[in-house]
């Protein structure tokens, strides 16, 4: 069955600082997709990245960087540093090729980026 | 695009009372989901369409119903609102699983029962 797990249900931070939130999941397919979405203050769901299973390039978009490792079913989020407007909460999700939807959600982390 | 819209954005219910969902796509996505977010918590996935005149279950379905008539609209249906239900509803669509598209969401709707 899948399963998403993020084990840190909250982090603090001072502006500046780097932080890493941790994503890790279980599937039995050969072809999955991961997601990270944000949840600021607003409630909104933010699309941050997606990665398909076959791809395990690590991605740096800006401030923010991913590190895809399939050997520990890894799929963890770099924040560089971070700035009060990255005070959110974080999900990690993950997509099954050959279900759709059970596109399944981590239960998140919340951050807060202190100034 | 609007993308996927939700209404209503907020709303409270008795406890026994009724209430439609409203979710509409502009996007022509095969499909459709409805999330609920409890407080605190990720969310979890109540039902899905893959297609029109298809649904089916997800994780948490009991205590509400869905249809899909037309490629555009999936509402969400709560016959008997229970406190239970308090929560944070959200629709999402999707094309196809290929890696170039990703999942929609809309705006929310949150949801008192009181």
């Known amino acids: 069955a899948q399963k998403v797990t993020q084990a840190q249900t909250e982090i603090s931070v001072v502006e500046k600082e780097d932080v890493t939130l941790d994503c890790v999941y279980e599937?039995?397919?050969?072809?999955?997709?991961l997601f990270w979405y944000k949840q600021p203050p607003s409630g909104e769901l933010v699309f941050l990245i997606r990665?398909?299973?076959?791809?395990?390039q690590n991605e740096i978009s800006g401030r923010y960087s991913w590190n895809f490792q399939k050997s520990t079913s890894s799929f963890n989020f770099t924040i560089t540093a971070s700035q009060v407007v990255d005070s959110a909460v974080y999900f990690c999700?993950?997509?099954?090729?050959?279900?759709?939807?059970?596109?399944?959600f981590g239960p998140g982390t919340r951050l807060s980026v202190l100034p | 695009n609007a993308g996927v819209t939700q209404t209503p954005k907020f709303r409270i219910l008795k406890i026994g009372q009724s209430m439609t969902l409203q979710c509409t796509q502009d996007?022509?996505?095969?499909?459709m989901y409805w999330y609920r977010q409890d407080p605190g918590m990720g969310l979890k996935l109540i039902y899905y369409?893959?297609?029109?005149?298809?649904?089916d279950k997800g994780e948490v379905p009991n205590g509400y119903n869905v249809s899909r008539s037309t490629t555009e609209d999936f509402p969400l249906r709560l016959e008997l609102a229970a406190p239970s239900q308090t929560s944070v509803y959200f629709c999402?669509?999707?094309?196809?699983?290929?890696?170039?598209?990703?999942?929609?969401f809309g705006s929310g709707t949150r949801l008192t029962v009181v």
């Open positions: 999700a993950l997509s099954e090729a050959s279900y759709g939807q059970n596109f399944v």
């Open positions: 599937t039995r397919d050969t072809t999955y997709y």
């Open positions: 369409s893959v297609g029109a005149g298809i649904t």
């Open positions: 996007m022509n996505h095969n499909y």
């Open positions: 990665r398909n299973s076959f791809d395990e």
């Open positions: 999402a669509s999707s094309y196809i699983l290929n890696p170039n598209y990703g999942y929609t």
